[in-house]
């Protein structure tokens, strides 16, 4: 008897909804309508109730209850073969775990594409991928949306990624027990990005990062504490003084802790 995939399950969608107090996981996942013109991130996962997480807190939380990005959730295991949905098989050729179908994968990922529109790059988290960085969180910021793989276990067949020309992308240089934690990062970190989200759209300009350096050190009330004073300049009022004093602690830092970002910030500043 062949193996039958059933048939495909509606995607789970976040946005324009109500955020209360609970002791429960909040119902950010009910469905709801796909808002218009929104930034939208497509994840599949096998844990589609780990969303929105985080990102239903603070500013990226209120972004989502605005309507000002959406989220979608494919959760893999509907799509699951059998009587029992399985997702996973022993490696081929032997060896520890188990990796997910591409079949499975296939069908997940083909109803995440219909639902998907405009530019929307296709991701899977991955130790072995480029490194995520700011530069490609403004990029996604720019295009539609995203759309996400979280692997578990040793991972997906690897024709999944061939077959759909999906580009891995790591968090950085370690492993985890699977993608979601990081599809949350790289969602905060490019939503903040987006029109309106931030209430100061200069905080986006002048953070770590944005223009290839480390921030500067910052400081509030009181002026003194513990024995340790503001630096005076902050507070001369003198702002080209102040703005000086930044470049030059930014440059001193980055050098310090990053040099490779700061060759980088030396060979960008050179070709300018």
Known sequence: MSEQIPPKPAGKAAGRISIRPTLKPRELMTDTPELAGSWTAQILTLFPQAFPGVLGESLTGKALQDGRWQMQTYDLREYGIGKHRNVDDTP????????LRADVLEAAIKDARAGARGIMPMV?????????DQAMARNWARADGVTMLCGRFEGVDERILQHFGIQEVSLGDFVMTGGEIAAQAMIDATVRLLPGVLGNA?????????????????????????????????????????AEWR??????ITQERRPDLWKKYGKKSQSN
């Open 92 to 99: 081929a050729g032997g060896g520890a775990g188990m990796v």
């Open 124 to 132: 899977y988290l991955s130790p072995r991928g480029q490194r995520f």
């Open 247 to 252: 470049r030059e602690m930014s440059e001193k």
């Open 202 to 242: 200069e905080s986006a300009v002048e953070e770590s990062h944005s223009n290839g350096l480390l921030e500067h050190p910052q400081y509030t009330k009181p002026a003194e504490w513990q024995g340790h004073a503001i630096p005076e300049v902050l507070l001369s009022g003198n702002h080209a003084k102040i």
